[in-house]
């Protein structure tokens, strides 16, 4: 597990101070595997016993996302989801919905898809997102039985 002080070193130096509690966010996203909510966040520096408020973890998370240092996924209940990134390329991500395991997939044609579609309509495309949501193997075959 990486110290806050490790962690720091890795937040990104353009438009970004490092505060010892933008390196707590840091240090507990890069331990976790899943996408997390904010407020899981929040509760796993509370174990840790670092002293960051829910607040400064949304701003944090925000600005993370921002820089392209952090994916945010929204669930159809509109809550946004945080993780960690090493992939620096354009993806997506197929989650499950039971487990929160994810896989991170390249766009094939979605990506074609979204060219076309703004192009059909006069539009120029600057970005578009697309998650996939499912059971992994393990939770279908729990749901099964």
């Not at 701003?59 to 809550?79: A, I, K, P």
């Not at 990134?85 to 074609?112: D, F, M, Q, R």
Request: charged share 20%.
């Amino acid at each position: 597990m990486r110290t806050p002080a490790q962690a720091s070193a890795s937040l990104p130096k353009i438009g970004q101070r490092r505060t010892r509690q933008k390196a707590a966010v840091v240090s507990v996203l890069q331990t976790m595997d899943h996408f997390s909510s904010a407020k899981t966040i929040h509760e796993e520096l509370t174990t840790r016993k670092q002293s960051v408020g829910l607040t400064t973890v949304y701003r944090t998370l925000q600005s993370l996302v921002d820089l392209g240092e952090v994916d945010v996924l929204h669930t159809n209940s509109g809550e946004a989801l945080y993780r960690h990134c090493a992939n620096e390329h354009h993806h997506h991500h197929l989650v499950c919905e039971k487990c929160g395991t994810t896989v991170e997939i390249s766009g094939g044609p979605v990506e074609e898809w979204a060219r076309t579609e703004a192009a059909n309509h006069s539009f120029t495309l600057t970005s578009h997102t697309a998650e996939v949501f499912g059971l992994c193997p393990a939770c279908a075959a729990t749901a099964r039985s």
